[in-house]
């Protein structure tokens, strides 16, 4: 705010003493001054104001209501204090399946994720035939819609007429049954992440890349570095901060994990995500404990430790990416 | 752009902001100037209520009123959670919601946000629907909550061209005369894998396991997960165990073909006829039907299923109190709900009637299908429906049967049947909570 107040205030002088030369209808003057101290503000209040209704004020709510027994089928709400933590923290082992599927599939499709969008961005960086074209065709993933893609993975992924077991069927391997096996459920979510996400890391990367000085790469040729030693001596240390946003980006998006697992059934009970929640994340969890347990205000306690989770985590990857690139 | 004109510029901008506002808060009214209201009703389910042409009746019949249906396709959990969120929000939701058998016990503790239909001279209908079914639309406190619509008196609807192939009998009366209880259900399963090895005898454990359970409650305790106290007695109630465990038995007798009901997989299955036989409540005819497709016309036929008795599914139709036309929308809730309308969107989608009046109906009761071969499907209906003893679904019926079926799909993954109904007896409780 302060800053803002500092680039405004000269405008505030100048223009009107330089209009006030040519012209000073009565009141004017004031209005004139009043229109320029407050439109900065007017034109930034909408998005505090929905910012304010749609973001703090659900947050306010949820922890007010992580306090109470509130469902729809209590006549009256009552305060239970920290209830709702305890017993989720220490009596729930389905939130804590729900937690450990969660970072597993968060491993599982992040780092691959990653790795592969650097590569694919480091190979799109050089000089090649068709440049365009591939850096369109990365980018199209990102506008199919998800459910599109879940729905259509769903079924290369299906247990008897599914693509996936026909090609494994091929090379002689039994055919599997992707919902009911926990870590070949991670594995067919995780590529469905990752189909829809490499290219948009993979653009971000290659825009950051493209920011880097040529100069840099130029004096390391001459001094005689490969360009694997220019990649990770010039590339990986200038792409730091860029890795820490996708990395904290993915790892919101990762531990919000949602349609993809949701999408993998269908059919009655999808929220369960498999027959012994082999696939079910916290946000599934969540949204199960609300919709169909009716029990909301444990949903809210289990929305507030979602949210420290992630903020914990994104934390702790920003002190990682940190530490992996300043070395040099 | 000097000041003066970017603040013209500003006034007309914001004055069109304004117009348009106007604009389309008159648009979402319901009510025009010449007396015209709008009443929406929402429904559930892939073949919807098949009101269709009754809501063209009733428009004829009053010319003010129009009606507008939604959530034909939806599956009834997403309509749940959605009318659940605009019950308690007080907004959004139809003039008449449908309200299903197993979730409207759910709605008795926000019978407030309902419209007592009993203010409406509902109580004067009482003799319009089966005792049983009167009953369940009723607050413990003696509000109406909402008028019957459907029953789902079961039956058991076969492949005629797989039973022939696998040389069973394929005349209705003679395989119905081929299990008059349930193991010997699993054993005519069992001369069938042994001849037919491509398909499989059921479409799933899940729906095995609630035709029987059904029946075995509405024989014995009278409830299922909870009892009429609301008690959680998943793990002690002696016919949850007993339509477990039968269940169990069929599974290793290798007769499921393993689909998760109402998932796409399931709907492959009827197209692709991957089994022959199916739990048929009257309401699956039409699921059957919507599904298989013409091309499976006259292969399918019904016969009654073991065991007696058993009610599965059904609804009710309401009037949320935000209904901005309590009064007509009572007076359509009603209309809907009469015998006649019954008898007609049971010709329609195969909804068995709860209204005696309408069973007794020849067009129910002398009704024949002909996708299913011809079959007198109101003869196998609505017989036993007078005798049908209910079943008392607690409030969180759903969460337990979530967790209790999660447990029978994990026996059909390869999980040891004890190993199963102690999760489900463990899950179960957690869910009930």
């Known amino acids: 705010m302060s800053s803002l107040e500092t680039t405004a205030a000269p405008a505030v002088e100048q223009s009107p003493s330089r209009r006030a030369t040519r012209r000073t209808p009565p009141g004017s003057r004031w209005l004139t001054r009043l229109d320029l101290r407050l439109t900065p503000y007017v034109l930034v209040l909408p998005f505090f104001v929905i910012f304010a209704i749609f973001g703090v004020y659900p947050i306010i709510y949820t922890v007010w209501i992580a306090l109470t027994d509130r469902s729809p089928l209590n006549a009256t709400i009552s305060f239970v204090g920290l209830d709702n933590f305890v017993e989720l923290l220490t009596n729930d082992p389905q939130f804590w399946n729900a937690v450990w599927n969660t970072f597993g599939m968060f491993a599982m499709s992040t780092v691959p994720q990653l790795l592969l969008a650097l590569m694919l961005a480091n190979a799109l960086n050089r000089r090649i035939r068709g440049q365009m074209f591939f850096r369109l065709a990365i980018a199209m993933p990102i506008i199919t819609s998800t459910a599109v893609v879940a729905l259509i993975f769903s079924m290369i992924y299906a247990r008897d007429f599914g693509l996936a077991n026909w090609l494994l069927d091929l090379v002689g391997v039994d055919p599997i049954d992707w919902r009911a096996n926990r870590f070949a459920s991670w594995f067919a979510i995780s590529t469905m992440v990752d189909w829809r996400w490499v290219g948009y890391n993979a653009l971000i990367y290659l825009a950051a890349m493209q920011s880097i000085s040529k100069d840099m790469y130029e004096a390391a040729a001459l001094d005689g570095a490969s360009r694997r030693r220019q990649f990770w001596s010039i590339t990986i240390p200038q792409l730091r901060p860029t890795i820490i946003f996708t990395l904290i980006i993915s790892t919101i998006g990762g531990l919000q994990l949602f349609t993809e697992p949701l999408m993998f059934t269908s059919g009655s009970g999808a929220l369960s995500g498999g027959s012994e929640g082999q696939f079910q994340t916290i946000t599934m969890y969540l949204l199960e404990v609300m919709n169909t347990r009716f029990r909301w205000g444990y949903a809210g306690a289990v929305a507030l430790v979602l949210f420290l989770l992630i903020a914990s985590v994104s934390f702790v990857n920003y002190l990682l990416a940190r530490r992996i690139s300043s070395d040099k | 752009m000097s000041v003066t004109s970017r603040r013209r510029f500003a006034a007309i901008a914001l004055a069109s902001v304004a117009v348009l506002a106007t604009g389309t808060a008159c648009g979402n009214d319901s009510e ?247 739990g048929c409540p009257a309401w699956m005819t039409g699921v059957i039907k919507g599904q298989a497709g013409d091309s499976a016309a006259g292969k399918w036929d019904i016969a009654k299923a073991p065991g007696t008795g058993g009610n599965w599914g059904g609804a009710f139709l309401g009037v949320p109190k935000a209904s901005k036309h309590p009064k007509e929308a009572a007076e359509l809730a009603k209309f809907l709900t009469s015998a006649k309308s019954q008898a007609e969107a049971f010709k329609k989608v195969g909804n068995l009637p709860s209204s005696p009046q309408a069973l007794s109906d020849p067009a129910v009761a002398e009704a024949t299908n002909d996708y299913f071969s011809n079959a007198p499907v109101g003869k196998i209906f609505a017989a036993g429906a007078s005798e049908l003893k209910p079943v008392y679904l607690g409030p969180k019926n759903q969460a337990v049967r979530d967790a209790v079926e999660n447990a029978l799909r994990s026996v059909e993954q390869g999980k040891a049947a004890d190993a199963a109904w102690q999760d489900a007896v463990k899950n179960g409780e957690a869910a009930g909570k």
């Open chain 2, 32 to 278: 025009s100037g010449d007396g015209q209201i709008t009443l929406v009703v929402d429904v559930f389910g892939d073949q919807g209520f098949g009101y269709e042409d009754l809501y063209k009746q009733y428009e004829s019949e009053h010319p003010n009123i129009k009606i507008q249906e939604r959530g034909k396709g939806l599956g009834l959990g997403d309509y749940n959670t959605r009318l659940t969120q605009q019950i308690t929000a007080g907004a959004g939701a139809g003039d008449i919601v449908a309200l299903e058998e197993g979730t409207i016990v759910q709605f008795y503790a926000q019978a407030d946000k309902f419209v007592n239909l009993a203010d409406h001279g509902a109580n004067d209908l009482k003799s319009n629907f089966l005792p049983w079914k009167w009953e369940q639309g009723v607050t413990p406190d003696g509000k109406v909550l909402g008028l019957g619509t459907d029953i789902g008196s079961m039956a058991i609807c076969y492949r005629t061209d797989l039973f022939k192939a696998a040389n069973l009998p394929t005349d209705r009366e003679q395989v119905g005369a081929l299990w008059p209880t349930w193991d010997e259900f699993i054993a005519t399963g069992q001369k069938f894998a042994a001849v037919d090895k491509k398909h499989k005898f059921v479409d799933s454990a899940t729906n095995f396991y609630n035709v029987v359970l059904m029946q075995t409650a509405g024989a014995g305790s009278g409830y299922t997960y909870f009892d009429k106290s609301n008690q959680l007695v998943v793990g002690s109630n002696p016919d949850v165990k007993s339509a477990f465990d039968l269940t169990t038995k069929m599974i290793s007798a290798g007769l499921s073909n393993h689909l998760k009901s109402f998932s796409n997989e399931w709907n492959a299955g009827f197209k692709n006829g991957s089994f022959a036989a199916i």
